[in-house]
């Protein structure tokens, strides 16, 4: 049975597009006055070692392992 080179190739690229637009949706920045964010970052262990928040104004707040978010952040609407 002979595959279509055409479809193999599409059906490829759009699981990647797919993939890409779901990864940018969970680690995106919240939008500046809508949202704000937070995040932990944890040891192999599980232990929490270190997060943060990103208020509505902008101002970036760390504590523990000053590192940016590796599992996404979580959003919440300005008040």
Same mark, same amino acid.
């Given at each position: @049975?002979?595959? =279509? *080179?055409?479809?193999? +190739? +599409?059906?490829?690229? @759009?699981?990647?597009?797919?993939? $890409?637009?779901?990864?940018? #949706? /969970?680690?995106?920045?919240?939008?500046?006055? *809508?949202?704000? /964010?937070?995040?932990?970052?944890? %040891?192999?262990?599980?232990? #929490?070692?270190?997060?943060?928040?990103?208020? $509505? %104004?902008?101002?970036? +707040?760390?504590?523990?392992? =000053?590192?940016? =978010?590796? !599992? !996404? @952040?979580? +959003?919440?609407? $300005?008040?």
């Amino acid at each position: @049975m002979k595959i =279509p *080179v055409r479809k193999v +190739l +599409l059906t490829s690229a @759009m699981t990647a597009i797919a993939l $890409c637009v779901i990864g940018s #949706a /969970a680690a995106r920045f919240p939008k500046l006055g *809508v949202e704000w /964010a937070e995040w932990t970052n944890y %040891d192999g262990n599980g232990n #929490a070692v270190g997060g943060g928040r990103i208020e $509505c %104004d902008g101002t970036m +707040l760390t504590w523990g392992e =000053p590192s940016l =978010p590796g !599992g !996404g @952040m979580t +959003l919440h609407p $300005c008040n």
